[in-house]
């Protein structure tokens, strides 16, 4: 199959439909209901029905009374059922994958890599069953010990975006069962199939086991769902992945009825290119954070500080780069750019493109739409580059497409300042072997974002680490590290062996 060869919806659906059966998906209780298209040709995959509102509370109020149970299991026994829903991801990526693909437009082997994000995290989570720990503190009072413990906090509401239909979802809940959680997923209406087949292989893997009934539940609709989840008082916490626009309502509602919020937004990530970067090093790392899935991750580069003394080559490198990117079918051998997801992130990008154009930038590779010949309703274009004078109003904002602003600097304070110099927070990097700028960058001094990193891009973060952050990214972490106490509570217990009373800070207090 060539990259121009774009299948017939009715080949798509048939795809889709055997995908998800072979997840353990009876697609005969779901078929119907709202259209369901794909980014691929822009067809309907066929329909799928959603779930009325009404089915949240009750929803809650299942996933609140499998708590009560599930929170007493355990931990390395939760730590089993997700080791069990790991083999199953294993047995099953590729047609996991395949609905990604379908459903989102990702190339087949980014597709694959989601889904094994999905089973590295089921490692970490495993592993993190035995490592649930608290720590000891010394009293100022005779016959004390401090300890402090950590316990599950209830039910977690899971709200994800289309960009990554499966593996977030994964990190939330690998992470909140292990903790002794349950879980609620309201996915992205872009990907239905890609939430039943994954939440039918976790409910396969929770029954093997013999896990309490409703410890992970899906609930597939539109946007009133996910507001339903942020405010009902029974979901602890509400953990959310999607724009900063979304972020910005989503936490004060969930703030005004004390619950708690996980925040995963916008992004609007730079990278450094000093004058002792290696050239073909940084090439490769720009044109893959750039143009990596049509542009359409959270991490993805959309800015480009370089030095003068090497703007002119690397811009010329990177159009000719840009030039040779196999666009097309991502289901097809060779494809690295499939499409945006729909037509309003199309128009998103050309409204950029002419902003950018209007405040003194010029556009010199892509933003074309392409294949529109052979897949008229699908939106696939050439990833573009625009340099610009500086950091206008335009590149201060978060474009969600392959659109890459090249702007220089001369002193490595004013480049870290215009990384710095953004709304957004998330990923950062600098291209440099000088290790005095390199340390500078990830010191208090340098970037202000969650990830910082040297030598390589801003996309493709690995799952041992904290992802997320700061600023209008919304502060969360998720998946690695310590990011696991966010769907815990914390408890200080003072234990008083002594037998006497003595009271802190030297009160007397005696009767």
């Known amino acids: ?7 017939t919806a009715e080949i798509l659906g048939a795809q889709a439909l055997q995908a998800a059966e072979a997840c353990g998906v009876d697609t005969a209780t779901i078929a119907g209901g ?20 009404s089915v949240v509370g009750d929803a809650v109020s299942r996933a609140h009374a499998a708590y009560l149970a599930w929170r007493k299991v355990p931990a390395p026994a939760r730590g089993a059922v997700i080791k069990r829903f790991g083999e199953l991801l294993t047995e099953h990526k590729s047609d996991l994958a395949t609905l990604v693909s379908l459903e989102v437009g990702k190339i087949t082997s980014e597709a694959l890599g989601e ?16 490592q649930l720990y608290g720590r000891t503190a010394v ?28 593996a977030v979802w994964s990190w939330n809940t690998a992470v909140a069962l292990v903790c002794g959680d349950t879980v609620i997923w309201k996915p992205s209406e872009q990907a239905p199939l890609c939430a039943r087949a994954s939440a039918a292989l976790l409910d396969q893997a929770l029954k093997e086991c013999g896990a309490p009934a409703d410890v992970s539940q899906v609930v597939v609709g539109g946007p009133e769902i996910g507001e339903a989840l942020v405010d009902h008082p029974g979901v602890a916490l509400v953990s959310a992945t999607g724009s900063t626009r979304m972020g910005k309502a989503v936490g004060p509602r969930v703030a005004n009825r ?3 919020s996980l925040l995963e937004l916008g992004g609007n990530n730079a990278a450094i290119v000093a004058p002792s970067a290696d050239l073909d090093l940084t090439l490769r790392g720009v044109v893959f954070a750039a143009a990596g899935t049509a542009g359409q991750r959270c991490t993805t580069m959309r800015r480009v500080i370089v030095h003068t003394s090497v703007a002119q080559e690397l811009t010329e490198r990177l159009v000719e780069a840009y030039g040779r990117l196999p666009i097309g079918n991502p289901m097809a051998d060779g494809t690295l750019v499939g499409p945006l997801v729909h037509g309003q992130a199309y128009d998103a990008m050309a409204a950029a493109l002419s902003q950018a154009e209007t405040e003194g930038g010029k556009t010199v590779a892509g933003g074309e739409r392409v294949l529109t010949d052979v897949a008229p309703d699908a939106y696939y274009v050439k990833p573009a580059i625009v340099t610009v004078p500086g950091q206008t109003s335009i590149v201060r904002t978060e474009t969600f497409a392959p659109l890459l602003y090249v702007m220089t600097y001369d002193d490595i304070q004013e480049a870290i300042a215009l990384n710095n110099d953004v709304p957004q927070g998330l990923s950062s990097s600098i291209f440099t072997r000088d290790q005095a700028e390199a340390e500078l960058f990830v010191s208090a001094e340098g970037s202000d974002c969650g990830i910082v990193n040297v030598n390589i891009g801003t996309s493709g973060a690995e799952i041992g680490g904290a992802f997320g952050g700061e600023k209008e990214t919304g502060g969360g972490r998720e998946s690695g590290s310590d990011a696991w106490r966010a769907y815990m509570r914390r408890a200080t217990n003072t234990i008083n062996y002594s037998g006497e009373l003595p009271l802190a800070q030297g009160v007397d207090f005696s009767v």
Request: glycine fraction near 12%; include cysteine.
């Open 1 to 7: 199959m060539s990259r121009t060869d774009i299948p």
């Open 139 to 166: 009293s100022e009072r005779p016959g004390h010990r401090l300890m402090e413990t950590w316990h599950p906090i209830g039910v977690v509401g899971v709200i994800s975006a289309f960009n990554f239909p499966v």
């Open 34 to 53: 709202q259209a369901h298209r794909s980014p691929v040709n822009g067809g309907d995959l066929g329909g799928v029905r959603w779930d009325e509102i």
């Open 115 to 130: 889904v094994q994000e999905m089973i590295d995290i089921c490692d970490f989570a495993l592993g993190l069953s035995r």
């Open 258 to 260: 004390f619950g708690r």
